[in-house]
């Protein structure tokens, strides 16, 4: 008798341990405050690239397509250098040189120049002079910048310039350099906490600017969820910012967004999205004037859940009329659609008053029956017709040339 109240009692203890278990998962996955992060680990698998390349790949007809570097972890920001280009490395906490000396379109070797850091994400560079340059590293907490030797390529004294927030979902952060009236400033991009809250800390959803050496750090923009990349147009010199809308709405909602960044604005989050719309989920209330009505709406909207990152401008020198001024977007993709979508780079096409005719797949083939092999980061623009596109799953760097006509 004794030996059958045993066995029950350690089944119903084994039963209440697989409930606990299951109820732990469903709510790790169901929060509000989940980042995207969670999924991105689960399915953040490396390959071989070797194995890929042969995928179908689409890309235009005028541009020659190549592997510059692979097997380089969780690579996401991409930024030009002498001869090369240098890339952060999230998962190795790396910041990467990688060189390309006779031209050939692929890197001649990895020159590991910062490691053991946290999160290294956005990039950036500025020359006070000949002799003084400094690159500019964003981490989750922090801003670093280092002396820069351009010549040698070596860095060297470090300086942390910026405290950011270090709790919480979106874990990001990215840097541009912008010249204004009175000078060049840093812009650092900060995500949200969680999906859609109320934050108490005022560097959250937010561009902030500071000087160079990080003093005087203020509010720029606001009511931004994730602009997790920003980027200069270099033909009106305007910010331009690629945002996540929240996620638990549905598969159609709300639009991804590209936005341009104005001082003193509040793009929306948490209680609208799009163009002026209210998010009921968020707040029910029924006002008499829409309370989105002072948000800025976005200049140019993608599908929910297409994850845009990394953006930049096609230059005007090096490639054929039909793409000057125009826009590259890469999106990373979703995690939590029912069908999957974006997992490509697409061209947003702009004249040169930053109007939108319209947007076309520019690098594809990422997602072969329902399953992606890669997800697209990062885009760098360079003149001479040159595109490098970072693939924080695949570990590797593509580069597209233009055939010169």
Same mark, same amino acid.
Request: charged share 25%.
């Given at each position: ?21 299951? *109820? %732990? $998962? ?5 929060? #509000? ?8 680990? &689960?399915? @953040? =698998? ?32 991409? *930024? %030009? $250098? ?5 890339? #952060? ?8 040189? &990688?060189? @390309? =000396? ?32 400094? *690159? ?270």
């Amino acid at each position: 008798m004794k030996k059958n109240k045993l066995i029950i009692i350690i089944s119903i203890l084994i039963f209440l341990v697989i409930i606990g278990f299951s *109820l %732990a $998962a469903y709510f790790l996955y169901t929060s #509000s405050n989940q980042s995207e992060s969670f999924l991105e680990v &689960l399915i @953040d =698998r490396p390959v071989e690239i070797s194995e890929k390349i042969d995928s179908p790949l689409i890309y235009p007809d005028d541009f020659e397509l190549s592997i510059f570097a692979e097997k380089l972890g969780k690579v996401r920001d991409i *930024l %030009a $250098a002498p001869a090369g280009i240098i890339v #952060s490395s999230m998962q190795a906490g790396k910041v990467i040189y &990688l060189p @390309d =000396r006779n031209n050939d379109g692929v890197a001649d070797e990895k020159v590991v120049l910062l490691e053991n850091r946290y999160n290294p994400h956005g990039l950036v560079d500025h020359c006070f002079s000949e002799d003084e340059c400094w *690159l500019y590293l964003a981490e989750t907490d922090a801003i670093y910048r280092f002396r820069y030797d351009k010549i040698k390529m070596k860095l060297g004294e470090e300086e942390r310039i910026v405290e950011l927030p270090d709790d919480g979902g979106h874990y990001t952060r990215d840097v541009l350099i912008k010249d204004d009236l009175n000078g060049p400033r840093l812009y650092i991009s900060v995500g949200s906490k969680c999906n859609a809250c109320v934050e108490k800390d005022w560097r959250r959803a937010k561009i902030l600017v500071s000087n160079l050496d990080g003093s005087n750090l203020k509010e720029y923009a606001s009511g931004l969820r994730n602009s997790v990349f920003i980027t200069l147009n270099p033909f009106n010199n305007e910010i331009y910012a690629a945002d996540m809308g929240r996620d638990w709405l549905g598969d159609s909602l709300p639009l991804e967004e590209i936005n341009i960044i104005q001082e003193y604005q509040d793009y929306g989050w948490p209680a609208c999205h799009g163009n002026k719309i209210q998010d009921t989920e968020f707040d029910n209330t029924e006002y008499e004037r829409n309370p989105c009505t002072d948000t800025i709406s976005p200049i140019i909207t993608m599908p929910a859940h297409s994850a845009p990152l990394g953006l930049d401008f096609i230059p005007e020198e090096g490639f054929g009329d039909e793409y000057k001024y125009n826009l590259l977007v890469a999106q990373h993709g979703s995690w939590n659609r029912s069908t999957p979508i974006g997992y490509q780079v697409v061209r947003m096409k702009l004249d040169i008053e930053g109007n939108y005719t319209g947007t076309e797949e520019f690098l594809s083939g990422f997602l072969s029956e329902g399953e992606a092999w890669g997800r697209p980061a990062d885009v760098l623009t360079l003149p001479g017709g040159k595109i490098y596109v970072s693939d924080d799953q695949a570990g590797s760097i593509y580069l597209l040339q233009y055939k010169q006509q």
